[in-house]
């Protein structure tokens, strides 16, 4: 599921690493260019409102075999595309089919693992969507220097296909209220009787068609009528659009600032990068200790449950660490200081975003549980809006405010949302008991767990 993830992410930066190659080949402007950027984005926002209630509703294992061959298809059109306007549209699409990847994994690890071992699982997945953007410009700008920027494309069909067969071949169904119905129709047939899962038991019956209309609507429901959804996927969006922010910002520090290529200037990602393997492993480790916490909840008697807002103190972490990094790397890019000091910016930056998406991601499957794809989905529109976005005015903002000021803008944004975690942390259990969806969850939660 991590590495669907990362992928899904992958492909949407590669395409930076090869702004030189694409813009003299097919003869685009540099408007046109970030169009490809964020139209991939944009597809990250509009897929999850399909795939993530569809998941819900016919299963999570066909959505994936759907979507993944289809975003394999449209990376291998990119390639061989002859116009900038269908590059383009083609990513647009291959941005939609890959969101499946963004949402979905989510909930089939709220499926798989309870709330023991569910922070492993979801620090791994949280990796994904910030290690592939990072990665991205990094393996673009040398490939694409190379061999040219079809093979870059070329590189993400061969990736993306070769998962799309494991995926096909080894990842089971997973969603278990889909699971019970089948169970269900499948001893009605057997039998003669009339069978329901219990999940269903005292529902009136609904047609497929009012089923899919209640999930396309709830996460947009979960977005604007759960503040838990709305505040915590708001920080995430401004972490997130920051990050590709710097897919802009960078080559305007490193390339056009200090004259290096598209090969070397990708380097410039490597802070990120070790920052995003440092809040990993310090996932990993708090793991262990949430562990023992469950056990001493056990040994006192208790069921061994802890609330979602044990999953959030890594993220207060990162909450100071991002906007420390973001404000480091403000005041040391100008091109008279040695590079190293702008470079190593970018370890806090990249340690508080994951450590903060991984602690919201987690706390808002363990709030919503059943629901936890469709308030992914959520999150994951306002997140990819942004991060379509925010590209499109970064280098009208560092021309207009200048390399300093313009990295200040979401130093200011980030330090405005740092109180967020420690808001949850503190009064989370009763804004929790206030939200609909989020109660309701418990409810499924505890009918699964009776015998």
Not at 337 to 342: E, T, V
């Amino acid at each position: 599921m991590a590495t669907l993830t990362l992928t899904a992410s992958f492909v949407s930066s590669t395409y930076s690493g090869s702004r030189s190659e694409i813009i003299s080949d097919l003869h685009a402007s540099e408007e046109v260019f970030a169009l490809g950027l964020s139209l991939y984005v944009l597809g990250f926002a509009l897929g999850p409102l399909f795939w993530a209630p569809l998941g819900e509703l016919y299963g999570r294992q066909i959505i994936f075999f759907i979507t993944y061959g289809a975003f394999t298809g449209f990376n291998a059109g990119s390639a061989g595309a002859q116009h900038i306007y269908s590059l383009v549209i083609l990513r647009f699409f291959a941005g939609a089919f890959a969101a499946s990847a963004l949402t979905n994994p989510g909930g089939v690890i709220a499926d798989m693992f309870d709330a023991t071992h569910r922070g492993l699982a979801m620090a791994l997945f949280a990796a994904g969507p910030f290690m592939g953007p990072i990665l991205g410009p990094i393996v673009g700008g040398f490939l694409g220097e190379a061999h040219g920027w079809r093979w870059v494309s070329g590189l993400t069909a061969i990736f993306s296909g070769a998962l799309w067969i494991i995926t096909a071949l080894f990842v089971p169904e997973t969603f278990a209220p889909f699971l019970l119905r089948k169970r269900a129709e499948q001893l009605s047939k057997l039998t003669g009787h009339c069978y329901r899962s219990k999940l269903e038991a005292g529902k009136s019956e609904k047609s497929a068609w009012g089923e899919l209309a209640v999930s396309l609507t709830r996460p947009w429901a979960l977005l604007f009528y759960e503040p838990i959804v709305l505040l915590l996927s708001l920080y995430m969006s401004i972490t997130y659009g920051t990050l590709y922010m710097f897919f802009g910002a960078i080559p305007i520090v490193f390339q056009q600032q200090r004259g290096w290529g598209e090969g070397k200037g990708g380097l410039a990602f490597i802070g990120i990068l070790v920052g995003v393997i440092l809040a990993v492993l310090s996932s990993i480790l708090y793991q262990r200790r949430y562990k023992r916490m469950v056990q001493k909840n056990k040994a006192s008697g208790g069921t061994g449950s802890l609330p979602p807002e044990a999953r959030l103190p890594m993220g207060m972490i990162g909450a100071i660490a991002l906007p420390i990094g973001l404000i480091w790397f403000a005041w040391t890019n100008y091109p008279n200081i040695h590079w190293m000091a702008s470079i190593s910016a970018g370890v806090p930056f990249g340690l508080g975003m994951v450590l903060v998406f991984t602690s919201v991601s987690g706390y808002l499957v363990d709030t919503y549980m059943t629901f936890a794809a469709s308030a992914l989905a959520a999150n994951v529109v306002m997140r990819s809006t942004f991060a379509a976005a925010f590209p499109l005015f970064t280098g009208y903002m560092y021309a207009g405010l200048g390399i300093h000021w313009a990295s200040m803008i979401p130093a200011f944004l980030t330090l405005a949302c740092a109180p967020l975690p420690f808001l949850f942390y503190k009064w989370g259990a009763r804004i929790r008991a206030r939200c609909k969806y989020a109660a309701a969850a418990q409810d499924v939660r505890k009918a699964m767990e009776e015998k």
